[in-house]
């Protein structure tokens, strides 16, 4: 893979999320009643730090909890027949509330569906709102993300890479050209 462009440094991304986070307090005129669940991997880091921020912020803490959709994806699917809850218990309760989904990338729509699915399996929340670092373009589904940390027209072929200081020991977005 060859890198096309760095669009974003650990500054930019710190910038972004807390923007993210004071929109979220916005929107949601304040903390009542919300949760933050991350998409594993990297939503879920994302949706911690965007809770650090609305506790600096507001001085309540928001409940996080994760989604781990692995076994909810259609190719997974097609192979093992009916998917399972890979983690029956999110961490945090979704009844009722106004849960905020994290995730890194917004592509085609696939992710997202299938996490909203697994919070669904879980209870029945307020209402879902959908906060990315990125939002790529290409949705095959009618998905939209309510927060969106950087809008990054790309190609199919390209491969928009999100790298945390929690999983990979470096903080930045890139952009490669694929095939």
Do not use: C, W
């Not at 879920?44 to 994760?66: M, S, T, W």
């Not at 909810?72 to 097609?78: A, K, L, V």
């Amino acid at each position: 893979m060859k890198l096309k462009a760095n669009l974003l440094d650990d500054k930019a991304i710190k910038r972004t999320l807390i923007r993210i986070s004071h929109e979220i307090i916005e929107k949601n005129k304040g903390t009542d009643n919300l949760v933050l669940i991350g998409i594993k991997r990297r939503g879920y880091p994302l949706a911690q730090r965007i809770a650090n921020n609305i506790e600096n912020f507001e001085g309540v803490k928001v409940p996080v909890g994760a989604v781990d959709i692995t076994l909810y994806r259609d190719d997974i699917t097609e192979i093992i027949g009916e998917p399972m809850l890979n983690n029956e218990n999110l961490g945090v309760d979704v009844v009722g509330k106004k849960v905020v989904l994290v995730d890194d990338v917004l592509y085609t729509g696939r992710t997202v569906r299938a996490a909203i699915d697994a919070i669904m399996d879980v209870g029945r929340p307020q209402q879902i709102q959908l906060a990315v670092l990125i939002d790529r373009g290409h949705k095959e589904l009618p998905i939209r993300a309510d927060y969106v940390g950087k809008n990054i027209p790309t190609s199919k072929s390209e491969i928009v890479a999100v790298e945390i200081e929690e999983i990979d020991k470096v903080e930045a977005v890139k952009i490669y050209e694929g095939k």
